[in-house]
């Protein structure tokens, strides 16, 4: 298989500029945090934020440390300007390669590295690593003025690792539609810490229609913990284990109609069991493997 090349596809993406009437769409900005980028750039997001319109595209070099609240536009892309999403440092220090958003040096308690508030927004190809009891990516529902609807939206190839204690990698706010695809979370720990959670916003619904696949999950305290409906959970790789009463593995206690199938779980099939982490909600249904058994898991756990 052939290992994407983002640069390579940036470089493609710099001369996608579009006209509708006299407007100019399909725009290119450069975040460069530790400066050094092409004429026009800028080092936070705070600052390039104002700038953005419908459809734009935000390519990323370097570490950003940063905590924001992303602007009411909609299809907005950020994508890590780099071949794998990693801190590049030299001695601690960064080096401006590698595409990663990490807490600043003096974080707002409980508050996201970014809250997505707008339809269509994609994340593609960035470590992340979150502030404690904190989400790297928030995509957020209330219906209001200033947080209309984020649903719609995409996380890709991006790598959710270690920060503060119980932070979590991707939460879900009562949206619609996400799907979040060849993912690693890992390490993201402490009782509090999830890989994947859901939080009650404004009581409108459940997240719903979300889609969760081919991700790996490895020696998290909770892995997907979601109160959603009809959502596809297919292909990820489980590593993590779960004594009895500790964590959770896939939860959708509250939801219906959920698909968990064709995923590979690290525990044993004894070990596959809503004591210990594995609820599918209302008629959910399950096919998986465990890695001590060829024989897919095709009940639903008990």
Not at 44 to 51: G, H, I, M, Q, R
Not at 214 to 231: C, E, L, P, S, T
Not at 243 to 272: M, Q, S, W, Y
Request: some cysteine; aromatic content about 8%.
């Amino acid at each position: 298989m052939t290992m994407r090349n983002y640069w390579r596809e940036q470089q493609q993406i710099d001369n996608r500029v579009a006209l509708v009437g006299n407007q100019v769409i399909n725009r290119v900005w450069y975040l460069f945090p530790q400066g050094g980028g092409p004429r026009g750039s800028f080092t936070t997001f705070a600052d390039l934020s104002p700038n953005l319109r419908n459809r734009d595209l935000i390519l990323l070099s370097g570490v950003l440390k940063e905590q924001a609240t992303a602007p009411v536009v909609y299809d907005v892309t950020v994508l890590g300007s780099a071949n794998d999403p990693r801190q590049a440092t030299s001695g601690g220090v960064p080096t401006g390669g590698g595409a990663s958003w990490l807490a600043p040096a003096s974080p707002v308690a409980t508050t996201p590295l970014i809250r997505v508030v707008a339809q269509g927004w994609s994340f593609v190809n960035i470590q992340f690593a979150p502030v404690a009891a904190s989400a790297c990516i928030t995509f957020d529902r209330r219906e209001t003025t200033a947080i209309p609807d984020s649903s719609h939206g995409s996380v890709e190839d991006c790598y959710f690792t270690t920060g503060g204690s119980a932070g979590h990698g991707v939460e879900l706010i009562e949206v619609k539609k996400i799907r979040i695809e060849g993912c690693i979370f890992e390490a993201l720990t402490g009782a509090g810490g999830h890989a994947i959670k859901s939080t009650a916003g404004a009581g409108i619904a459940n997240t719903s229609h979300g889609t969760i696949r081919g991700n790996k999950f490895v020696q998290n305290a909770n892995d997907v913990f979601v109160v959603g409906d009809r959502y596809l959970v297919q292909g990820n790789v489980l590593y993590s284990t779960n004594p009895v009463t500790v964590g959770n593995r896939i939860n959708f206690l509250g939801g219906t109609d959920t698909v968990v199938i064709e995923n590979r779980f690290k525990d044993v099939i004894a070990d596959i069991t809503i004591a210990k982490g594995y609820k599918s909600g209302t008629t959910g249904q399950w096919s998986n493997m465990a890695f001590d058994s060829t024989v897919p898991i095709a009940t639903v756990p008990a």
